[in-house]
T-cell receptor, first 114, second 115 residues
Framework: SAVISQKPSRDICQRGTSLTIQCQVD?????MFWYRQQPGQSLTLIAT?????????ESGFVIDKFPISRPNLTFSTLTVSNMSPEDSSIYLC???????????FGEGSWLTVV | GENVEQHPSTLSVQEGDSAVIKCTYS??????FPWYKQELGKGPQLIID?????GEKKDQRIAVTLNKTAKHFSLHITETQPEDSAVYFC??????????????FGPGTSLSVIP
């Protein structure tokens, strides 16, 4: 499986600020996915990051709140904008495996908004 | 869309006993069912998966069974060890054009193995 690195691993953020999370993969992948995991909850897909085109957002998530960049086939960023305490979550980057079915996750970025 | 339910939400077993986690899914077109283990402070790790053309798959102490007719699948862990303590997520995908486009996760099961 691919090695997926996320930065930052943890951060404490002030209400109203924005934070950009980076995801670096050690191999080229067609798609990258961003998930949110709220405290004690399951994983919810935020959006699919496509190289060379706009990200595809899931219901309930909008580009103004979660802008995404995908400048090349190994890197993506997710920005959490104008944060509130409700945005305190783990944000996870994932990529598909070579088999085409499986997805693999990074270690996550743990954000606490105060 | 797909909906995945998972039971129980918490499970405590004695070391050496077996643990079983059950999931159901709603979309009959789903054809891929992975299981993830998430340890505290870490991202989810794929531990085993099964495709719809297979009824059972084993990997050492872990096995997964699938009943497509009933739309449910289960994770079985035998001879549990303290390091098995984690949150386990089942998932389903494949109802869309590409399997990994929509991986829908269950709510998770917190497994505690008591030494």
């Amino acid at each position: 499986s691919a090695v997926i690195s996320q930065k930052p691993s943890r951060d404490i953020c002030q209400r109203g600020t924005s934070l950009t999370i980076q995801c670096q993969v050690d191999s080229q992948v067609t798609m990258m996915f961003w998930y949110r995991q709220q405290p004690g909850q399951s994983l919810t897909l935020i959006a699919t990051a496509n190289q060379g085109s706009e990200a595809t957002y899931e219901s309930g998530f909008v580009i103004d709140k979660f802008p995404i960049s995908r400048p090349n086939l190994t890197f993506s960023t997710l920005t959490v904008s104008n944060m509130s305490p409700e945005d305190s979550s783990i944000y996870l980057c994932s990529v598909p495996g070579q088999s085409g079915n499986t997805i693999y996750f990074g270690e996550g970025s743990w954000l606490t908004v105060v | 869309g797909e909906n995945v339910e998972q039971h129980p939400s918490t499970l405590s077993v004695q070391e050496g006993d077996s643990a079983v986690i059950k999931c159901t899914y709603s979309d009959s077109a789903s054809n891929y069912f992975p299981w993830y283990k998430q340890e505290l402070g870490k991202g989810p790790q794929l531990i085993i998966d099964i495709r719809s053309n297979v009824g059972e798959k084993k990997d050492q102490r872990i096995a997964v069974t699938l009943n497509k007719t009933a739309k449910h699948f289960s994770l079985h862990i035998t001879e549990t060890q303290p390091e098995d303590s984690a949150v386990y997520f089942c998932a389903a995908s494949g109802g869309q054009r590409r399997s990994y486009d929509k991986v829908i996760f269950g709510p998770g099961t917190s497994l505690s193995v008591i030494p």
